[in-house]
């Protein structure tokens, strides 16, 4: 079974400050992960993915996330957050089989305060 | 202009009735996806179609129902089965096929209350 873990409920940073959202996933093969970011009353908005090749993937709004095989982690960042910024992010996770199946974290809520 | 349409927005019904929300998309895409979205629970799948005329169930599946006639919808009915409805729905697309990698692109939602 694949699921993905954000750990953190919640991520408070000041603006200007690095940002950090972590993730972790579980699944028996080759994942394709993905981040997403939710304003409120929205749908979800794609921000990058990560499918082979470099471990470090640069998305939309300067976000970037590092793959960590070993760690089984995926980890958003951004090196100097903004106000605008403060949304909450998803993790998913889709396993690189037949199944079509995309798992979402329970979600991480940032708020960056000027 | 191309993108996935959920209809209504906004919806109310009396308990113990069954309820359809709508789901289209125009991007020609073969996957379709129905999540529910909970405060604090983070989005949960409840049934997905990689393909018309087949779906699987997803992890919150019972007291939903839903149907892929057409490539383009995706109609999830809400029945009177279900003991805590009230919630944000969310569909989804991706390209599908062969192509398993790429992106899920989601509707703005649609908030179910139930009195």
């Known amino acids: 079974a694949q699921s993905v873990a954000q750990p953190e409920d919640q991520v408070n940073v000041a603006e200007g400050n690095p940002l950090t959202v972590k993730c972790t996933y579980s699944?028996?093969?080759?994942?394709?992960l993905f981040w997403y970011v939710q304003y409120p009353n929205r749908g979800l908005q794609f921000l990058l993915k990560?499918?082979?090749?470099?471990?470090l993937v640069k998305g939309s709004y300067g976000f970037e996330a590092e793959f960590n095989k070993s760690q089984t982690s995926f980890h958003l960042k951004k090196p100097s957050a903004l106000v605008s910024d403060s949304a909450l992010y998803f993790c998913?996770?889709?396993?690189?089989?037949?199944?079509?199946?995309?798992?979402f974290g329970a979600g991480t809520t940032v708020t960056v305060r000027a | 202009d191309g993108g996935i349409t959920q209809s209504p927005k906004y919806l109310f019904r009396k308990e113990g009735q069954n309820v359809t929300l709508s789901c289209e998309q125009n991007?020609?895409?073969?996957?379709m996806y129905w999540y529910r979205q909970d405060p604090g629970q983070g989005l949960r799948l409840i049934y997905y179609?990689?393909?018309?005329?087949?779906?699987q169930k997803g992890d919150i599946a019972e007291g939903y129902s839903v149907s892929r006639e057409k490539k383009e919808s995706f109609p999830l009915t809400v029945t009177s089965a279900q003991k805590n409805p009230t919630a944000f729905y969310l569909c989804?697309?991706?390209?599908?096929?062969?192509?398993?990698?790429?992106?899920?692109?989601f509707g703005q939602g649609t908030r179910l209350t139930v009195v």
């Open positions: 989804a697309s991706s390209i599908g096929g062969p192509v398993r990698n790429t992106e899920a692109f």
């Open positions: 699944v028996s093969g080759n994942p394709y």
């Open positions: 990560y499918i082979t090749g470099d471990n």
């Open positions: 998913a996770v889709r396993l690189g089989s037949n199944d079509y199946k995309l798992s």
């Open positions: 991007l020609n895409h073969d996957a």
């Open positions: 179609s990689q393909i018309v005329n087949d779906f």
